[in-house]
């Protein structure tokens, strides 16, 4: 059998060490990306503020798929041709040129494509922000913080604005994290008293994170992590505006609408703003050469699975099973879509639309850990498939747990960390019936310099999984 997977993230990388694995011996497996090392995105926020090397956030995946037995081509997929099964890429190493590859099954774990040309003005290629979320737009983002610390020295104020560069952005944990790391790195360097920091987020109320928000009891009463998330900013003298959109950006200046249809401008000396996410592009193309996109991708280009589409958003929410199982397509059931590639079936923040019709709505956020188990959900029934002609394995994000560990400073003596375990990630009212629709013993937030350490360790026991090392299948996603 052939099994190819696009991507080589959290979830296609989860995905291709167990398919190879368990197959890699007697079948062919091939991984295609467009990098030839793989980046642990989450340390990116150390990265963006200058106190961790980009480099110790990749490594070579070649080295790795060797032990696996998984083909590697380091390329770029263009067109997938679901009928005849197959996938065509340009090759990205010294080869060059076009590669066919042939499928008996297929995982699309392309992750997001980051639409920065949906606000116009944004971004570090074509506008005026930055950007934390590739490796090379986190050197830029740095280079430009740092920029921005030497002003400071001579001492001149900085506004810094952190947050979402789109009414339905998400990845809000990214940008908090950012933002806090940002405050700490400027105590360290003894110029925090001439900046002003500002968190811009479309999210409902701080804290939301694109998940509605988190619950917990704490010494008997119930806290919110928007009381949390605002005893962060209070203490950090970071000050949050949510509820915006912002639609454009000149040098300097923001641009947004809010949730009663207000519109503003904000000012800035340096953002970090984070984009707009829709599925990455590709040709899907019929056995007559017909565009056949619309049997396999949604209008932003996420992959169609198990879910259930088009439903309004109260009865999708009240449902668990509107989220996808096994993320497979259904009308090619030999394709599969992991991680940020598949299309959820609507937001689990309670969205809003404005009078002007703008929909100001954090999108769903499917973070490492969700697409490390959808890799591995994927892979577990590919192989099933394999092996035995059936799938045995499903997990919807209605039983999925995350965990976020925000960190605000990489120091293991005066770092901290916000961690906010979150079960299920989409509430799921059937099984839990109180408010949040969430497990109250498990889910918990936590402030303290444990969390430090614990992120510091996840980088370091994530980095040993995921280059296949001794003992990496004990290690959970
Ligand atoms: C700054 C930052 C911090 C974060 N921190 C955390 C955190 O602390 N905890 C957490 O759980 N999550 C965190 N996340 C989220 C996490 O990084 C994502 O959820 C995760 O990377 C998604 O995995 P994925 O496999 O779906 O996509 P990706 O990791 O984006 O991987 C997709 C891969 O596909 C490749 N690709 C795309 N298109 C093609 C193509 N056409 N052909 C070949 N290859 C292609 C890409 O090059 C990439 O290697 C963070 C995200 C950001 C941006």
Redesign the pocket.
């Known amino acids: 059998m052939k099994v190819a997977i696009?991507?080589?993230?959290?979830?296609?990388h989860t995905a291709a060490m167990y398919i190879g694995s368990a197959l890699g011996k007697d079948h062919d497996i091939t991984v295609?990306?467009?990098?030839d090392r793989f980046?642990y995105?989450?340390s990116?926020?150390w990265a963006g503020v200058g106190h961790f090397d980009v480099e110790k956030t990749r490594f070579s995946l070649k080295k790795v798929y060797k032990k696996f037995r998984v083909n590697f081509i380091h390329?770029?997929?263009?067109e997938i041709y679901p009928d005849e099964q197959y996938v065509i890429?340009e090759r990205r190493d010294a080869n060059g040129g076009q590669v066919r590859v042939d499928y008996d099954y297929l995982v699309i774990?392309?992750?997001?494509k980051l639409n920065f040309e949906a606000t116009p003005g944004l971004g570090p290629e074509h506008g005026n922000t930055y950007s934390?979320?590739t490796a090379g737009h986190t050197v830029q983002c740095r280079d430009k913080f740092l920029e921005s610390v030497e002003r400071m020295r001579l001492g001149e104020r900085q506004k810094i604005v952190v947050g979402t560069g789109h009414p339905g952005a998400t990845?809000q944990?990214?940008a908090f994290?950012?933002i806090t790391n940002i405050h700490k790195s400027l105590l360290k360097r003894g110029v925090r008293d001439k900046a002003d920091l500002l968190y811009l987020s479309n999210e409902r109320a701080v804290g939301d994170f694109g998940v509605r928000g988190v619950h917990v009891k704490s010494g008997g009463k119930m806290l919110s992590s928007e009381q949390f998330m605002s005893a962060v900013f209070k203490e950090y003298d970071t000050s949050w505006e949510v509820q915006k959109g912002v639609k454009q950006v000149e040098k300097g200046k923001i641009f947004w609408e809010d949730y009663d249809s207000k519109e503003g401008e904000t000012e800035y000396d340096f953002a970090m703003l984070i984009p707009q996410f829709t599925g990455?592009p590709?040709k899907y193309i019929g056995k007559d050469g017909e565009d056949v996109s619309e049997k396999v991708v949604n209008k932003s280009g996420f992959v169609i699975v198990d879910g259930i589409y088009g439903q309004p958003f109260e009865t999708m929410s009240s449902n668990p099973d509107s989220w996808p199982a096994i993320y497979r397509n259904p009308t090619y059931q030999n394709i599969f879509a992991?991680?940020?590639?598949f299309a959820p079936p609507g937001p689990i923040s309670v969205p809003h639309t404005n009078s002007n019709g703008l929909s100001i709505t954090a999108a769903p956020p499917?973070?490492?850990?969700?697409?490390g188990v959808i890799?591995k959900v994927v892979a577990e029934n590919i192989i099933d498939l394999v092996k035995h002609g059936r799938m045995t394995h499903s997990e919807r994000m209605t039983e999925m747990a995350?965990a976020?560990?925000a960190s605000m400073g990489d120091s293991m003596w005066d770092g901290s960390a916000a961690t906010i375990v979150v079960y299920p990630v989409v509430p799921d009212c059937r099984r839990y019936p109180n408010e949040e629709g969430r497990d109250l013993f498990v889910t918990d937030m936590e402030m303290g310099l444990a969390g430090a350490w614990m992120k510091r360790l996840i980088h370091t026991t994530f980095m040993h999984k995921l280059q296949g090392r001794i003992g990496w299948k004990l290690i959970p996603e």
């Open positions: 696009i991507g080589a993230g959290f979830s296609g295609i990306n467009m990098s980046l995105v989450p990116l926020v390329g770029k997929a263009t890429a774990a392309t992750g997001p934390i979320c990845c944990g990214a994290e950012y990455m590709m992991a991680g940020i590639a499917r973070t490492g850990m969700v697409s890799g995350a976020c560990i």
